[in-house]
C-alpha cells in the first residue's frame, strides 16, 4: 500500500545532542511537510517542500532543519534539542493538483521525540 | 493567533448516541474545511470535508455542517461506536494550500 513512513516511531535523545527524524513516502507526491505537535495542541507547521523548494515558516527556530535529497524522503534535523523539543512530529505529504480539497494530507504515524 | 479554534478538548458520549463536535475559524477566506481523525500512536487520518459553498456533507454515520455567517462547523456522528473514541481535529485549507489546525477535541464514546 502507499503510505508515508515515520522512522523511528519513539525517539529518547539527550539535551543538546543532534538528532535526526526521517521520513519516506511511496505516494510520489511533490509537496512534503513536518509538523509539530505537542499535547492538547494543534499540530504547528514548521515547514514545507514544494518538490526541492524549501518553504520555513517564519516561528520555526532556526534550530530545526530539513532535508529532502530526492521526491521519497524528507529528514528533519534538531540541532541542539531542548526539553521544549519533545513533542510528536508528523510528516505529511500531498499532491500539487490533487484532491487535497476532499482528501487532505497523508499523514505518517508521527516519531514521538524524548529529550532526557 | 488561533485561526481554526476546538473549544472543547473532550466529549463522552454514550454508544449509538449522536457526537457533535464543534469548531470555529476566524479566516473568512478558507476555501475548505476538513476534519481528521486520530488514534493514539497514529497519524491523523482524512475523514470528511465540506466546501466553503456548501452547508452540509454527509458520508455515512458523519455528517460536517458549515454555517459560514458565525464562521462555525460541526461533525455529527450518528450513531456513535466504541471505535469511534479518537481525538478529531478540525483544519481549514486556505492560502497556498496550507491546512490549519485547531487544537482536537478527544471523543470518548462508551460502550
Known amino acids: 500500500d502507499a503510505m508515508v513512513i515515520q522512522n523511528p516511531r519513539y525517539q529518547v535523545t539527550q539535551f543538546g545532542k543532534p538528532v535526526t527524524l526521517s521520513c519516506s513516502q511511496t505516494?510520489?507526491?511533490?509537496?512534503m511537510y513536518w509538523y509539530q505537535q505537542k499535547s492538547s495542541q494543534a499540530p504547528k507547521l514548521l515547514f514545507h517542500?514544494?518538490?526541492?523548494?524549501?518553504?520555513n515558516e517564519a516561528d520555526t527556530p532556526d534550530n530545526f532543519q530539513s532535508r529532502r535529497p530526492n521526491t521519497s524522503f524528507c529528514f528533519l534535523d534538531i540541532r541542539s534539542p531542548g526539553l521544549g523539543d519533545a513533542a510528536m512530529y508528523l510528516c505529511?505529504?500531498?499532491?500539487?493538483?490533487?484532491?487535497?480539497?476532499?482528501?487532505?494530507?497523508?499523514f505518517g504515524s508521527g516519531t514521538r521525540l524524548t529529550v532526557v | 493567533d488561533q485561526q481554526v479554534k476546538q473549544n472543547s478538548p473532550s466529549l463522552s458520549v454514550q454508544e449509538g448516541r449522536i457526537s457533535i463536535l464543534n469548531c470555529d475559524y476566524t479566516?473568512?477566506?478558507?476555501?475548505?474545511f476538513l476534519w481528521y481523525k486520530k488514534y493514539p500512536a497514529e497519524g491523523p487520518t482524512f475523514l470528511i470535508s465540506?466546501?466553503?459553498?456548501?452547508d452540509k456533507n454527509e458520508d455515512g454515520r458523519f455528517t460536517v455542517f458549515l454555517n459560514k455567517s458565525a464562521k462555525h462547523l460541526s461533525l455529527h456522528i450518528v450513531p456513535s461506536q466504541p471505535g469511534d473514541s479518537a481525538v478529531y481535529f478540525c483544519?481549514?485549507?486556505?492560502?497556498?494550500?496550507?491546512?490549519?489546525f485547531g487544537g482536537g477535541t478527544r471523543l470518548m464514546v462508551k460502550p
Open positions: 505529511a505529504t500531498s499532491r500539487e493538483g490533487g484532491s487535497l480539497a476532499n482528501y487532505g494530507y497523508t
Open positions: 505516494l510520489n507526491h511533490n509537496v
Open positions: 517542500y514544494y518538490d526541492k523548494d524549501f518553504n
Open positions: 479566516n473568512s477566506m478558507f476555501d475548505y
Open positions: 465540506i466546501s466553503s459553498i456548501k
Open positions: 483544519a481549514a485549507l486556505g492560502a497556498g494550500n496550507m491546512l490549519t
